[in-house]
């Protein structure tokens, strides 16, 4: 059977749409997911003010990358906060937490993480790297201070798998981490999208799995809080829609160490987790940092 002029342009506009869908599939997708926006700039003239007055450090991840951090130091500290950014942010949008730590008495290194800020990388691996580039700062910029860990979202999964892997960090803060890269990741594809499938988020998650050289399904926060026994302290807004709670409670539930408390941020949303806990919250960060992270 001869096809008519219209059902031929007809098929041919199918193809160009199966097409063009595939491509944005195989090439642009993984590429969003795993090169976030690089962004440098401090957000207000006072944080500009701190960044000034930073120490600049350097070291190399294990493939030789560069990677930079600013640290702020105190004359004198009881204990180092490595400070870790969410994603597509910087070290220096780190500098009032930093601040608010001296002021505690801990010196603070605010991370550039791979693919962010001023480090080099192509790709953001949610932890899969990363954790190894927190072990090789440890070992490039060792102290006689014990050394904590503090991470928000992104960096908040980083410092959950870098407290399992590497037991040279003596507790960490963490804000509004994922429990699985594939769980969040069909989050934000239905968020993005409207669909639910399944084999789509495999298929881009198989597909950054290539590019970057890892493996998704390894990266697990939950999972490696099976293997922290150090203090944790995790925050979350109970009104989160980019990560919701539940994932929190699953890595607090996880966590081996006896020194675990969860903080549930009433009508706090992602971003908002400081303004919506005011001094309450501050006054139990301090109280926890006072009772597990002082000699």
Not at 73 to 91: D, M, N, P
Not at 109 to 117: E, K, S, T, Y
């Amino acid at each position: 059977m001869r096809l008519g002029k219209w059902s031929k342009l007809g098929l041919v506009l199918i193809v160009l749409g199966i097409g063009t869908a595939w491509g944005v599939l195989h090439f642009a997708v993984p590429g969003i997911l795993l090169q976030p926006h690089r962004h440098r700039t401090p957000s207000s003239p006072s944080t500009l003010r701190l960044v000034e007055q930073a120490e600049k450090l350097e070291w190399r991840s294990d493939e030789g990358l560069r990677l930079r951090a600013h640290r702020y130091g105190v004359e004198v500290a009881t204990g180092r906060f490595l400070v870790l950014h969410g994603i597509s942010s910087c070290k220096e949008d780190q500098a009032e937490l930093c601040g608010w730590l001296n002021g505690l008495g801990f010196e603070a290194v605010a991370f550039d993480l791979r693919a962010h800020g001023e480090s080099e990388g192509e790709y953001c691996t949610f932890g899969f790297r990363e954790k190894e580039d927190v072990s090789a700062f440890l070992d490039q910029h060792s102290s006689e201070l014990p050394t904590f860990i503090w991470g928000s979202s992104l960096g908040g999964a980083v410092a959950l798998q870098s407290l399992g892997h590497d037991k040279r960090l003596r507790g960490g803060i963490v804000f509004s981490a994922f429990a699985t890269l594939e769980e969040i990741a069909l989050d934000r594809q239905v968020q993005l999208t409207g669909l639910s499938w399944t084999w789509l988020r495999d298929y881009t998650l198989w597909r950054c799995g290539s590019l970057a050289e890892i493996d998704p399904l390894a990266v697990a926060p939950e999972i490696a809080c099976r293997s922290i026994e150090q203090p944790v302290l995790l925050v979350h807004g109970d009104r989160d829609m980019q990560i919701t709670v539940g994932y929190a409670r699953r890595n607090y539930a996880a966590i081996s160490s006896p020194a675990r408390l969860l903080i549930e941020v009433e009508g706090a949303g992602h971003n908002d987790l400081w303004e919506r806990g005011g001094t309450e919250l501050r006054a139990s960060l301090q109280g926890f940092l006072d009772e597990n992270f002082r000699p």
